[in-house]
């Protein structure tokens, strides 16, 4: 018997995720009739991540998320500061989906990274758990750690910073 995650079979889920990574597809609605229906669409950089509502508290989300926004906005630039953003100095370590911020591979353990530490591409700085599949995150440059922007456990949204890299 195959696994199901909320009674969707795994492969499927694993199928559509792939679409995703192997093309530009921005949507997929999936139905099979009594049993499930799926809409999944692509979190774009330029457009501002809202939590799912129930259809009856739509208008109200809707109204209020203008202002929300700009608030949520200030909380995820404040640790890559300012002093951060010269782009021929500092690379900033982004998180690929939405999940949680894990500084080590097992609970209580040694951080991947800290402040002054120096990376390579390969070098693994920290785990964004997403739908129970662990991400491991790499530097993808070379360079001194000088920021981290998370804490352990902490919730992150895709394209939020996790790390600056002063780089090599």
Do not use: W
Not at 70 to 99: C, E, R, T, W
Not at 119 to 125: A, K, L, Q
């Amino acid at each position: 018997m195959s696994k199901t995650v909320c009674g969707i079979d795994a492969e499927v889920l694993k199928e559509i995720g792939d679409i995703f990574a192997k093309t530009n597809v921005e949507e997929i609605e999936l139905e099979e009739e009594d049993k499930f229906y799926i809409k999944v669409s692509r979190i774009r950089p330029d457009m501002p991540v809202m939590a799912a509502a129930p259809a009856a508290m739509a208008a109200p989300v809707a109204a209020a998320a203008p202002a929300a926004v700009p608030a949520a906005a200030a909380p995820v630039a404040a640790p890559a500061a300012a002093q951060y953003d010269n782009a021929d100095k500092y690379h900033k370590i982004l998180s690929p989906v939405i999940g949680s911020y894990y500084e080590s591979s097992t609970p209580g353990g040694n951080p991947f990274v800290k402040v002054g530490d120096t990376v390579s591409p390969d070098t693994t700085v920290c785990i964004v758990e997403a739908m129970k599949v662990m991400n491991e995150i790499k530097a993808e440059i070379k360079g001194k750690i000088v920021s981290v922007a998370k804490s352990n456990g902490e919730s992150v949204l895709a394209n939020e910073v996790l790390f600056v890299v002063e780089k090599k």
